[in-house]
T-cell receptor
Framework: EAGVAQSPRYKIIEKRQSVAFWCNPI?????LYWYQQILGQGPKLLIQ????????DSQLPKDRFSAERLKGVDSTLKIQPAKLEDSAVYLC??????????????FGPGTRLTVL | AQSVTQPDIHITVSEGASLELRCNYS??????LFWYVQSPGQGLQLLLK??????LVQGIKGFEAEFKRSQSSFNLRKPSVHWSDAAEYFC???????????FGAGTRLFVKA
């Protein structure tokens, strides 16, 4: 079974530029998450989708971050414009469903973003 | 508000020695608790999870964790560490109902020969 795929793996941009990350979850997984992991910290949930609907985006900086999962499968996270403090690893995860908390989250390898 | 504290930023153990990584949580109700491992350049992998029942939980790769409600702790243990266990370990708590996972800051494990 293929795991969660993310691209690109690395991205370097200058501040005020735009960037987009792509995630393809495990086939059949209804729930998709985007996390931000700043160096030295644990991952922080940015947004959670159930199929193509948003379940939780309370920690997403909506003035600059946006995410979509139009067909309920793959997802794109965008930052526009980027700030220095956005430098982090962006992790995507998926799980079968979110009816209960017993569903395991499977994480992709992440995209390391450096903002100069 | 829910929170997770991992008091040790990094720990060094000798190969073959026992390991205990500490985790304390703050949550009003019965928590759902997790330990994840993150190897360099890889995503997080679930080691084990606790929802209810037996307070000693067995996981993959020979790890176990014990839930102690009185101490609000969920420490991770392994009787004999292998060099391949060198990685970063994250404790996490999940809010019931909201299903939001809150991670600790992590503990980096170094294994010396």
């Amino acid at each position: 079974e293929a795991g969660v795929a993310q691209s690109p793996r690395y991205k370097i941009i200058e501040k005020r530029q735009s960037v987009a990350f792509w995630c393809n979850p495990i086939s059949g997984h209804a729930t998709l998450y985007w996390y931000q992991q700043i160096l030295g910290q644990g991952p922080k949930l940015l947004i959670q989708f159930q199929n193509n609907g948003v379940v939780d985006d309370s920690q997403l900086p909506k003035d600059r971050f946006s995410a979509e999962r139009l067909k309920g499968v793959d997802s794109t996270l965008k930052i526009q414009p980027a700030k220095l403090e956005d430098s982090a690893v962006y992790l995507c995860a998926s799980s079968w469903q979110r009816v209960t908390s017993t569903d395991t989250q499977y994480f992709g390898p992440g995209t390391r973003l450096t903002v100069l | 508000a829910q929170s997770v504290t991992q008091p040790d930023i990094h720990i060094t153990v000798s190969e073959g020695a026992s390991l205990e990584l500490r985790c304390n949580y703050s949550y009003g109700a019965t928590p759902y608790l997790f330990w994840y491992v993150q190897s360099p350049g890889q995503g997080l992998q679930l080691l084990l999870k606790y929802f209810s029942g037996d307070t000693l939980v067995q996981g993959i790769k020979g790890f176990e964790a014990e839930f102690k409600r009185s101490q609000s702790s969920f420490n991770l243990r392994k009787p004999s560490v292998h060099w391949s266990d060198a990685a970063e370990y994250f404790c996490a708590v999940e809010t019931t109902g909201g299903f939001k996972t809150i991670f600790g800051a992590g503990t980096r494990l170094f294994v010396k020969a």
